[in-house]
Every structure is written in structure tokens, then in C-alpha cells.
């Protein structure tokens, strides 16, 4: 099955804090765009929560970004490592436009 992306995307390296019922867990965050991230699983349980806290840093910058998201894709037993994909349902507009300018600067434009 092809893959669609509906926005542009940019390569992520960074470690995070993931909470999942109000627990902080570790992630790495893979690849972002202004409506979510790709995390690879480190450290958390089996059964995760759909609805996530996220909290990170872009490389580059010192402030740390809040968000919430819903996770709407996993990948479980793949060649990669287990993830998922959080779409982001809130956040500031400042994280927001944080977000789009780092995808703006890094990243690549969405498939069509």
C-alpha cells in the first residue's frame, strides 16, 4: 500500500518524554511535520494509551514543546523497530509555528 503524506515532513533525532496516563516514558522521535511526529517505541508498555502528552526539544533549540496527540498509526514486529504516529490535537501557537519553520528549514515536501 502506498503512502500518502498530505504534509511536508522533516527528519527528527531526538529523545522525548511520552506520557501515557499521566506517566512519562521514553520515545524517539523519528520525523515531524505540523500535524504530528513518528516515535519509535524505547521504553513503555504493551498496551499503550491513544491519547498521549508529548514533551521535546528540536534540535537546535532550548525551549521545550508541550503537546497533546492521538495515536493513530503503529507499527508492531516490523524490520523497524516497534512505533507509532501521533497526530497532534493541542498545542501552543507559538510550538506550532516553531514546528513549521523547522519543518520549512529541514524538511522534504509531502508525497503526491
Avoid: C
Amino acid at each position: 500500500m502506498a503512502e500518502r503524506r498530505r504534509r511536508a515532513r522533516a527528519p527528527l533525532d531526538v529523545y522525548l518524554n511520552k506520557y501515557m496516563g499521566g506517566v512519562p516514558y521514553m520515545a524517539r522521535g523519528k520525523d515531524i511535520s505540523r500535524d504530528g511526529l513518528q516515535l519509535a517505541h524505547l521504553i513503555e508498555p504493551s498496551q499503550g494509551a491513544r491519547r498521549v502528552g508529548l514533551q521535546f526539544q528540536l534540535p537546535g533549540s532550548d525551549e521545550v514543546i508541550y503537546a497533546e496527540g492521538e495515536v493513530v498509526r503503529e507499527w508492531v514486529g516490523s524490520d523497524a523497530r516497534d512505533g507509532s504516529g501521533v497526530r497532534f490535537t493541542m498545542m501552543t501557537e507559538r510550538h506550532q509555528r516553531m514546528i513549521e519553520q523547522y519543518v520549512a528549514r529541514h524538511g522534504a515536501p509531502p508525497e503526491e
